[in-house]
């Protein structure tokens, strides 16, 4: 598996997904500190905005070291940023990653995420040669389950008082999708396509 120098751009009908930039500090930090959309998230929402200049930054020496792969999305239609998707733990010898995403919270419910997460996949199956993807969910969190449904994983057992996050203890709900049994996401028909005209 040979990771990118550079971010590759991703387009979907509604969506491009690029890299996080410096510009983009004042979004990042409205998104990662919503409380609904941290509702399930393994960290607290950020209260100090100088925190997203620093997300940026990170996302940028980790593309550089190989650790992770992370794009913002950018609604094509008024070219805001309203969610970012990522790839990490890349493990080139067993050709796997874990997958992860939020969405603006004025954003849910019209399909953004599974068009989001279907590039995404796309890129890390055709590009990356990925052979598995993961997701770890917290169980209460029934829109991301559905969201991994609809985008082809499975359900592979629950992990118990696996994690102590922002003063709780809170399980996990392991889903997996293999290479071999991914289908590529296809946006509904009752899915609006943003037009540039």
């Known amino acids: 598996m040979t990771l990118p120098t550079v971010l590759p751009v991703l387009r979907t009908p509604r969506l491009v997904l690029r890299a996080l930039v410096p510009p983009d500090a004042d979004a990042v930090f409205a998104l990662f500190s919503h409380p609904e959309v941290m509702r399930y998230w393994s960290w607290a929402p950020w209260t100090d905005p100088a925190e997203a200049a620093r997300f940026i930054e990170q996302d940028r020496e980790a593309l550089a070291a190989g650790t992770w792969l992370?794009?913002?999305?950018?609604?094509?239609?008024?070219?805001?940023?309203?969610?970012?998707?990522?790839?990490?733990d890349l493990d080139a010898d067993n050709q796997t990653a874990e997958i992860g995403y939020l969405l603006a919270r004025d954003a849910w419910g019209r399909g953004y995420a599974a068009e989001g997460v279907g590039a995404v996949l796309?890129?890390?199956?055709?590009?990356l040669g990925l052979r598995r993807v993961e997701a770890d969910i917290d169980p209460r969190n029934v829109a991301?389950?559905?969201l991994c449904e609809r985008t082809g994983f499975r359900y592979e057992g629950l992990l118990r008082e696996r994690w102590y996050l922002n003063g709780?203890?809170?399980?996990?709900?392991?889903?997996?999708?293999?290479?071999r049994e991914w289908v590529p996401y296809v946006l509904p028909e009752s899915a609006p396509i943003a037009s540039n005209s």
């Open 70 to 88: 992370r794009w913002g999305w950018v609604r094509a239609a008024d070219d805001s940023l309203i969610g970012a998707c990522g790839l990490f």
């Open 122 to 127: 796309r890129y890390g199956f055709e590009a």
């Open 144 to 146: 991301s389950i559905r």
């Open 168 to 179: 709780e203890v809170c399980d996990t709900a392991f889903y997996g999708l293999l290479r």
